[in-house]
């Protein structure tokens, strides 16, 4: 399968610290995706990437920035984190040339206190 | 916008029960729908597929069919087990690129 992992897998860190959670592929596919998983919510897209430097925004991306400056990772940052931020955050790819849904990593659980 | 709405959980039975979980969408367009389960502490998994009107996806004993007339993709299996008990996403993708719109999920507790 598609190799994908995300680092840390938990992180505490206190209100209004910048936060950076990293995604990484090992396959080189095109499309990665930033989801936040709350209670009551599902999953909402934060942002997602389409290519090196070509980015988008999701339903959820206001206090978050991202980049993907290499096609192997796709970087998550919260500027300045709020309690609101709280949540399990997960990275996805979808396989080039497929329609095979996408493959998730095993998510960062982060707390914001 | 495109959406997804799912029953309500959690839903409890016992082993070897009939599982029902239903989806409903809206999207323009023929999107393809999907199931993904999440066990505990881990990421989702893909579950089935669906990709076109009449399509049934199985896997691992579940099935969902692609009822384009009532707008669903219902979640069915004929007999659970302990091992099922996990939260189940419903999500859609229109054609293209764009990203997937999942459900609120069910969490299925499957009870000896």
């Known amino acids: 399968d598609a190799g994908i992992t995300q680092s840390p897998r938990h992180k505490v860190t206190e209100t209004g610290t910048p936060v950076t959670l990293r995604c990484h592929q090992t396959?080189?596919?095109?499309?990665m995706y930033w989801y936040r998983q709350d209670p009551g919510h599902g999953l909402r897209l934060i942002h997602y990437?389409?290519?090196?430097?070509?980015?988008d925004k999701g339903e959820v991306s206001d206090g978050y920035s991202v980049s993907r400056s290499k096609t192997e990772d796709f970087l998550l940052t919260l500027e300045s984190a709020t309690s609101s931020q709280t949540s399990v955050y997960f990275c996805?790819?979808?396989?080039?040339?497929?329609?095979?849904?996408?493959?998730f990593g095993s998510g960062t659980r982060l707390t914001v206190v | 916008g495109d959406s997804v709405t799912q029953m309500e959980g959690p839903v409890t039975l016992s082993e070897e029960a009939f599982l029902t979980i239903n989806c409903t969408y809206t999207a323009t367009g023929y999107p393809s729908l999907f199931w993904y389960v999440q066990y505990p502490g881990e990421g989702l998994q893909l579950l089935l597929k669906?990709?076109?009107?009449?399509d049934k996806g199985s896997n691992k004993g579940f099935e969902a069919t692609y009822r384009k007339e009532t707008t669903s993709f219902h979640l069915e299996k004929g007999s659970v087990q302990v091992s099922d008990s996990a939260v189940y996403f419903c999500?859609?993708?229109?054609?293209?690129?764009?990203?997937?719109?999942f459900g609120k999920g069910t969490r299925l507790s499957v009870i000896a």
């Open positions: 396959e080189n596919h095109r499309y």
């Open positions: 999500a859609l993708t229109p054609p293209g690129n764009t990203p997937l719109v």
């Open positions: 990437s389409y290519g090196v430097k070509d980015t």
């Open positions: 669906a990709t076109k009107a009449d």
């Open positions: 996805a790819i979808k396989k080039d040339r497929t329609n095979y849904g996408y493959t």
